[in-house]
């Protein structure tokens, strides 16, 4: 079936250091990924995106692996600032026939250690 | 530009009432989607409109949930009635692409916190 799962629910970082955020899926029809940032309160806001034809996407300070062999993603945040602290979550996106559609992994809590 | 608005942002009720939720859009946006996130879990989609028509709604629960977006614009989300697992954030998002199109990067309003008693 569709599903997109995390690793680690909860991860703490020193700050400044670089933080690496975990995504494991199981739909191999996902034509992109997608990267969010969730802090308390808000809606999800997009930070990366990444189509499956590729292996690796830069961003300002973030940077996304995609691994199809093992169906794993990953969102590398270089220099990790308190601003950082949410729930990240990785999503797919999946075209069918009638519509596209993003499928939400269960996130992961980012925590900024100073 | 004016993000996706959401209203209200907190609503508590008793089970068996009836709730309405209400979404206005970013301008321009073809594409408009409902999602309802339960605490501690990413969300999930509900519903999804292009312009006044329904795209998706196989996630919705139709004997208690409805939805619309009559003019193709803002839309309502209605639970009719509610019960305890209702309790959650429902999302709203909206997308400039058509549904239909490859890439679609959601914009998200700050969501509805729903808790049933």
């Known amino acids: 079936g569709e599903s997109v799962g995390l690793h680690l629910p909860t991860l703490s970082v020193q700050e400044g250091d670089n933080s690496i955020i975990n995504c494991a899926y199981s739909?191999?029809?996902?034509?992109?990924f997608i990267w969010y940032k969730q802090e308390s309160g808000k809606g999800p806001q997009f930070i990366i995106d990444?189509?499956?034809?590729?292996d690796k996407r830069q961003g300002q300070r973030v940077t996304v692996l995609l691994n199809k062999t093992v169906k794993h993603l990953s969102l590398q945040i270089a220099a990790t600032q308190p601003g950082d602290s949410a729930v990240y979550f990785c999503?797919?996106?999946?075209?069918?026939?009638?519509?596209?559609?993003?499928?939400f992994g269960s996130g992961t809590r980012l925590s900024i250690r100073p | 530009e004016a993000g996706v608005a959401q209203s209200p942002r907190y609503k508590i009720i008793e089970k068996r009432q009836s709730v309405a939720f209400w979404c206005n859009p970013i301008?321009?946006?073809?594409?408009l989607y409902w999602y309802q996130q339960i605490l501690g879990q990413g969300p999930k989609l509900l519903i999804q409109?292009?312009?006044?028509?329904?795209?998706?709604d196989s996630q919705l629960p139709k004997d208690r949930f409805s939805a619309e977006r009559l003019k193709g614009v803002d839309s309502t989300l209605k639970i009719q009635p509610a019960k305890l697992e209702d309790s959650a954030v429902y999302l709203c998002?909206?997308?400039?692409?058509?549904?239909?199109?490859?890439?679609?990067?959601?914009?998200f309003g700050p969501g509805t916190r729903l808790t049933v008693l």
């Open positions: 301008s321009g946006h073809a594409t």
């Open positions: 409109f292009q312009n006044n028509g329904v795209v998706d």
């Open positions: 739909n191999s029809a996902s034509d992109y």
């Open positions: 999503a797919e996106n999946i075209t069918e026939s009638s519509a596209s559609k993003i499928i």
């Open positions: 998002a909206s997308s400039f692409a058509t549904a239909r199109s490859s890439y679609n990067e959601q914009f």
């Open positions: 990444i189509r499956s034809n590729m």
